[in-house]
């Protein structure tokens, strides 16, 4: 890969990725990683590697890095922004033909400062609305039947469907030792149920697509999957967002949990709302956490846990009018 095909290929990852060159002077950074380190791409541009690997010995780990042609890994490495906080990331170094060195920095989630157990909570939610769910399908179904117009008469089927998936959803969680449906899942079918559901809506909303039709089917539940891209989806339109993006790349060599995956899907649900408010982007997936007076802080904490059962991660990126949720899965059978 040379440079100009690396910086393409970088350009609109989620992960951050820099190129150095034989003496260690940063190239270029792509924008993940220019947030990350809250420096322009540009100002980066000559600066030492040591604003990224500010300790001597993981300079001297970039060092042989440069003279071996086996990868070299730095794991969970305290590095600054230039405001002076700390972010915990994991460093993957390769040298390329041209003796550069190309660097793929994959932030890792902070410390919680609660470790509360979402799932209690959960059952308790999921208790509450098995009653009204059954209501709600009684009534499309009378609907349905009653009402003589085609579009109304699909619109009531939508809620019908949608009610049986929740009331299987809470059936679930209130069963939680009960196994989860798994099996092979198409996640641009899922991804167009979801679409769907969102041209439902009563708020007017524009819905792109960017689909890497290449990509393979994961391993994974389907209802599971569907209500983790509903949560993200109707989160930014509670937030605010009129025009949502959904796009499916392939991304090798991604920090899942505990191990690196050789490769892995990256589903991105991007919006133009007003972004995450700085305060809560620490605590951004814990329970009970909301950036609006009326919110639950259910949503994205579910979808977390959702990405994790699957063996994946739920991953935030803010940029001003553009605000990314990235889901990561491994592909194959990769999760317990």
Do not use: C
Not at 75 to 89: F, L
Not at 197 to 210: F, G, I, K, S
Not at 217 to 237: P, S
């Amino acid at each position: 890969m040379n440079d100009t095909a690396a910086r393409t290929w970088a350009e609109p990852l989620a992960t951050g990725v820099a190129l150095a060159d034989t003496r260690l002077r940063l190239k270029w950074v792509n924008p993940a990683l220019a947030e990350l380190l809250d420096i322009g791409p540009r100002s980066a541009v000559g600066q030492s590697l040591a604003v990224l690997l500010h300790r001597p010995e993981w300079m001297a780990q970039a060092e042989r890095a440069l003279q071996e042609p086996s990868p070299h890994q730095l794991r969970g490495i305290d590095v600054p922004s230039s405001r002076g906080s700390m972010a915990r990331v994991d460093v993957a170094m390769q040298r390329l033909a041209s003796g550069e060195l190309l660097l793929e920095v994959h932030a890792l989630a902070p410390p919680s400062a609660s470790d509360a157990p979402l799932s209690a909570t959960l059952r308790g939610f999921a208790h509450e609305v098995k009653n009204p769910l059954a209501g709600l399908r009684g009534a499309a179904q009378l609907l349905q039947r009653r009402v003589e117009d085609e579009q109304l008469r699909s619109l009531a089927g939508l809620v019908i469907a949608e009610a049986d998936r929740l009331a299987a959803l809470a059936n679930r969680l209130l069963h939680h030792g009960a196994a989860a449906q798994l099996g092979e899942v198409n996640i641009h079918e899922q991804l167009e149920r979801l679409v769907e559901l969102l041209q439902a809506e009563p708020t007017p909303l524009t819905l792109r697509h960017d689909y890497d039709p290449s990509l393979p089917d994961v391993y994974g539940d389907a209802d599971r999957l569907l209500q983790l891209l509903l949560n993200l989806a109707r989160n930014a339109i509670e937030a605010g967002a009129r025009t949502l993006t959904f796009r499916t790349r392939a991304e090798v060599g991604v920090r899942l949990g505990e191990r690196m995956t050789r490769m892995a899907l990256r589903v991105d649900v991007i919006d133009d709302g007003p972004g995450v408010p700085e305060h809560l982007r620490t605590t951004l997936f814990e329970p009970l956490v909301s950036g609006r007076a009326d919110g639950t802080g259910l949503g994205l904490a579910l979808a977390r846990e959702i990405a994790r059962e699957h063996g994946g991660e739920l991953r935030h990126l803010g940029r001003p009018g553009e605000t990314t949720f990235s889901l990561y899965l491994p592909m194959g059978h990769a999760h317990d």
